[in-house]
């Protein structure tokens, strides 16, 4: 009977000691949580964009200054009154005052609830001035000639919302009447020579040209070739300004616009013409919708895609050239390893620790490569034998 024992004793410690090594030299069974997870297929295109824009000249000397009548970015109709352009140098006194009478009588013309729109703090301007005067000097240090004429235009619509906030109690004070005479009477006395600056067209009112505005239209988007785009690429810091005109202002159609790329042919083969994507911008918070115009013959390996998208962006509207990440797909839902992926009964699924059990649960591909799988995601447990968000899946 002693035997016996201790053959049992034995055997038992043999046992204990097997299970000991196997669990030691054996890989534990891995899992994941299953959580939602968003892929997407992107390209990255350098482009530039296109208008239907309208730019305002004058013909008096490039040496005088423009006082808007309307706000940066502002709608405008058809032969509204955009500014004035007063020809020839001004002394900054005298270049205050008419900012100041010209404020009034916008002032006076408008409702209280655009006033109101309209109030900015006094602390805010003087830093936008401040930005601005900055922008100046790191542009003339790059000898970045156009970029210089765009920011002093803008410097001199801060100028003058600044001098709306400086007016005189007297002047506000006057009737409209009186104040255009006052206007009158310094210009005459000074010896200004001025012009009215109307809207040729509706849209939005803006300082900011660039010189491309004739060249990049709608119709130059749909046809450009490999070759345009490689000259506006050269071309991008040159002034292209009529030296004949000054060109004070232009009135933007924005209720669409275009942006043509760059594209290789491994890139140009995965869009078509009609199809829509999401345009992704470094001056954009949100994707923008957008659908594929045109794609242009090919040169070489190259070939040039435009996009257009009626979305409204300020950025897009002041800026030519820019980088685009352009968002083909997206696919949100559960992510698991394709290790993990099984065929039960002609199903596809995956196994997942439940409780003290394993069960097979099933799923529905929505995006694969070779290292991972996106999976539908159900809404709710009920009833359901499909993958749920937080499963531990099995994943070897």
Not at 157 to 165: D, H, I, N, S, Y
Request: one cysteine or more.
């Amino acid at each position: 009977m002693k035997k016996i024992i201790s053959k049992i004793a034995v055997a038992a410690v043999i046992v204990f000691v097997i299970y000991n090594l196997i669990s030691f030299y054996t890989e534990p069974e891995k899992t994941i949580v299953a959580e939602i997870q968003t892929v997407e297929i992107t390209y990255n295109f350098d482009g530039v964009v296109s208008r239907s824009e309208r730019v305002v000249s004058t013909s008096m000397s490039g040496s005088g200054w423009f006082e808007p009548a309307v706000s940066e970015n502002e709608m405008v109709k058809n032969g509204k009154m955009v500014g004035i352009y007063y020809d020839g140098e001004i002394d900054a006194e005298t270049k205050m005052k008419l900012n100041e009478i010209n404020a009034a009588i916008e002032d006076l013309s408008m409702s209280s609830d655009e006033l109101n729109m309209l109030e900015v703090g006094d602390d805010r301007i003087d830093q936008d001035i401040a930005e601005k005067k900055d922008e100046i000097l790191v542009a003339a240090y790059s000898r970045d000639i156009s970029s210089v004429r765009i920011l002093k235009k803008e410097l001199d619509v801060l100028l003058g919302k600044k001098a709306r906030l400086l007016s005189e109690d007297d002047t506000e004070a006057k009737t409209p009447e009186e104040l255009i005479a006052e206007k009158s009477s310094i210009e005459k006395s000074k010896n200004i020579i001025k012009e009215e600056i109307f809207a040729p067209c509706h849209g939005l009112f803006t300082t900011h040209i660039d010189g491309f505005e004739t060249t990049l239209n709608s119709d130059f988007a749909i046809t450009m070739t490999v070759d345009d785009f490689e000259t506006l690429r050269k071309n991008r810091e040159e002034d292209t300004e009529n030296n004949d005109t000054v060109n004070i202002c232009k009135i933007v159609d924005n209720s669409r616009w275009w942006i043509s790329m760059l594209a290789t042919e491994n890139e140009v083969k995965n869009f078509k013409i009609g199809e829509k994507v999401k345009v992704r911008i470094s001056g954009e918070s949100d994707d923008i919708d957008a659908s594929v115009q045109y794609i242009s013959p090919s040169k070489g390996n190259e070939y040039i895609i435009t996009l257009s998208s009626d979305f409204g962006s300020e950025y897009v509207m002041k800026n030519r050239f820019m980088n685009v990440t352009v968002v083909k797909e997206s696919y949100t839902g559960l992510e698991i390893p394709i290790s993990a992926i099984r065929v039960k009964n002609g199903k596809t699924g995956v196994y997942v620790k439940a409780d003290s059990t394993t069960k097979f649960r099933e799923t529905e591909i929505v995006y694969k490569d070779d290292k991972i799988a996106i999976v539908k995601l159900e809404t709710t447990a009920i009833g359901s034998n499909s993958l749920l968000l937080y499963d531990e899946v099995y994943v070897n």
